[in-house]
């Protein structure tokens, strides 16, 4: 999972990780909120979503940071 609130960074890492071929699924978002929404739904608690092994998040976010995460 890739969580940073500027879109290119997480394209160009989301890019690095696909040329590396270290992933088959990145989740992205851009916000520690969208982010927990995710992990915490049923969806992919139950297995019905991928769930992330790594998770890489920017710790300057608006709002919520990396920190808080």
Do not use: C, Q, R
């Amino acid at each position: 999972m890739l969580i940073d609130h500027d879109k290119h960074s997480n394209l160009i890492h989301k890019n690095i990780i696909d040329e590396g071929d270290y992933s088959n699924y990145i989740i992205k978002k851009d916000s520690v909120m969208s982010a927990l929404t995710y992990l915490l739904s049923s969806a992919s608690l139950n297995g019905n979503l991928p769930y992330p092994d790594v998770i890489f998040i920017d710790e300057n976010l608006p709002g919520l940071s990396g920190w808080d995460f």
